[in-house]
């Protein structure tokens, strides 16, 4: 297949190039937005109708819920409107369509794991520029996969967006940690993200996706996990709210049970902590 890629520099793009490379497809990487700014609706269908992919596989966005409540046009820019300009495009060229969507789309009120059929009613900014990317493929695109993330943790990726590099550059400077324990999700590992993606790409199974690594943790239970097979002192990790420590409001409780993933017959997803400690070691190497 012919594939591009958005978001190639970020840590899951650039995960995702390297597995489809690897596979044997033609891969064109988007590495941001100093190449191309995807907010652009002329430049992004100008790209694609030249190139003439496949496949399109859309994760640029900004996943600073923070920052992106701060400024909430920026957000509809990145998420929404760059998620807008690859349906147009993949509707032009033909394409079938991949984007990464978030667990953040829920509230987080369920009470238990969230699947492919319960009702989408973010609570923040991010939550809702996502929310709306989706609502933009569906409007221009039958083709189309919509694979919803819950925090994800990978060794790729610029530095100061990358989750455990972030973790470890604390914790190598002695600092204390405060993390939330009233933020519960399916945390998962970029590489069998990828490794789902691409073999959900060879089917036309195409819809809607809650995909995560099994089990569920708190961002403290994670973080502590990290610094424990690090080998740092776990009294450097504090349990907090996040209302304390995070600017805007945080679903508690998002795991995800994936439905529609285990339905294809591609096989389980590892569990959370065998995938951390696969991605430590990747790390240590
Ligand atoms: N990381 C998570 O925990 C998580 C959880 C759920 C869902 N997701 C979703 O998964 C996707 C990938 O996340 P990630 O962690 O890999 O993100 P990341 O490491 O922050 O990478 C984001 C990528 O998007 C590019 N980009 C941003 N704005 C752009 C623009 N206007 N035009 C072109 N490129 C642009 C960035 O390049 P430049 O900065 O150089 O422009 C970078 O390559 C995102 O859509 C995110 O919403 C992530």
């Not at 520029?129 to 943790?153: A, D, M, N």
């Amino acid at each position: 297949m012919k594939v591009i890629i958005s978001g190639a520099s970020g840590m899951l793009g650039s995960e995702i190039a390297d597995a489809f490379e690897t596979d044997g497809h033609e891969v064109k990487r988007l590495l941001g937005r100093k190449e191309l700014d995807l907010t652009s609706t002329a430049d992004t269908l100008r790209l694609i109708e030249a190139y003439r992919p496949d496949l399109i596989i859309h994760t640029a966005g900004n996943k600073d819920v923070d920052a992106v409540e701060r400024d909430s046009r920026s957000g509809y820019f990145i998420n929404t409107l760059t998620t807008r300009n690859m349906a147009l495009a993949a509707m032009k060229v033909q394409a079938k369509l991949l984007y990464t969507s978030t667990d953040a789309i829920y509230n987080g009120e369920k009470g238990t794991a969230y699947h492919e059929y319960d009702e989408p009613d973010p609570i923040n900014v991010y939550g809702f520029s996502k929310l709306k990317g989706e609502e933009e493929v569906r409007k221009y695109c039958k083709k189309y996969y919509i694979v919803r993330l819950g925090l994800l943790f990978g060794n790729r990726g610029h530095p100061e967006n990358n989750m455990i590099r972030q973790i470890i550059e604390k914790l190598n400077q002695g600092k204390t940690i405060e993390a939330s324990v009233d933020q519960v999700c399916s945390p998962s590992y970029t590489k069998d993200v990828t490794a789902a993606i691409l073999k959900l790409c060879q089917t036309d199974f195409y819809g809607e996706y809650n995909l995560a690594n099994e089990g569920q943790a708190s961002r403290y239970e994670l973080t502590k996990k990290i610094c424990e097979q690090m080998g740092y002192d776990t009294a450097l990790v504090q349990p907090a709210n996040a209302g304390n420590i995070k600017l805007a409001r945080r679903p508690k409780y998002t795991a995800f049970d994936s439905i529609n993933y285990k339905m294809i017959n591609a096989g389980t997803m590892p569990h959370w902590e065998d995938a951390l400690a696969r991605c430590l070691d990747e790390l240590r190497r």
